[in-house]
């Protein structure tokens, strides 16, 4: 079975500072999908970043880059020169490739709350 | 908004009572998930369809639960019976699964919605 663990309940950064959210994994698929999504006070999930199990370079979407080290099952999400609009719920979940058949359900970890102070 | 939509946004109801919540999800998505969410946690899954198959069910989705995507477009999920323990966030999701080109599930999540339970 999949899991995924967040061992970090709350972290706090300095705006424009970088934070790292830890994220591992646990999961005896060969192929897999690793995500983290962002859980503002408003409650939709807003999909930020992923990384495919074969991918060998790491994943960027602007100021989001997802640190992956597969032997260590971890993917970790780091966040450069935060924002105050960055403070929320942040989620790293798994999921199976998507080949045929296959439901691609997301496995999610509980979450770290990210509170970015001026 | 072309966006995932749910209806309604809140519900409160009393204990004994059914409801039932609406899913709209991207036009072109074939795939449609249900999550719920209760406070502290990540996402869990409940169920899946693709197109108007409900092909995968979670342990979670006691026989209380039933959900239905009859014409492969929108979703309703019914709870009876409600109880105190169904008080939580109800998410839904929907994403493009083409089985002929194996790739990641990028799901695009609705705002929810938050049933309280009296």
Not at chain 1, 12 to 22: G, I, N, R, S
Not at chain 1, 25 to 38: N, R
Not at chain 1, 39 to 55: C, K, N, R, T, V
């Amino acid at each position: 079975a999949q899991k995924i663990t967040q061992t970090q309940p709350g972290m706090f950064v300095q705006e424009k500072e970088a934070v790292t959210l830890d994220c591992t994994y646990d999961t005896s698929d060969q192929s897999y999908g690793l995500f983290w999504y962002k859980q503002p006070s408003s409650g939709e999930m807003i999909f930020l970043i992923y990384q495919g199990s074969y991918d060998e370079q790491n994943a960027t979407e602007g100021r989001y880059s997802l640190n992956f080290q597969k032997a260590r099952k971890s993917a970790n999400l780091v966040i450069s020169a935060s924002q105050l609009g960055d403070s929320a719920m942040y989620f790293c979940a798994m999921s199976e490739m998507n080949y045929g058949g296959a439901t691609n359900k997301l496995i999610f970890g509980t979450g770290t709350l990210l509170a970015v102070q001026p | 908004d072309t966006g995932v939509s749910q209806d309604p946004r809140h519900k409160i109801t009393k204990r004994g009572q059914n409801v039932t919540f609406r899913c709209d999800p991207i036009s072109e998505h074939n795939r449609l998930y249900w999550y719920r969410q209760t406070l502290g946690q990540g996402p869990e899954f409940l169920t899946y369809f693709q197109n108007e198959a409900q092909l995968e069910k979670s342990r979670l989705l006691s026989d209380r639960f039933s959900a239905e995507r009859p014409k492969g477009s929108f979703s309703t999920l019914e709870i009876q019976r409600t109880e105190q323990g169904d008080s939580a966030m109800y998410l839904c999701a929907s994403s493009l699964g083409l089985a002929e080109i194996p790739t990641y599930n990028e799901q695009f999540f609705g705002p929810g919605t938050r049933l309280t339970v009296l």
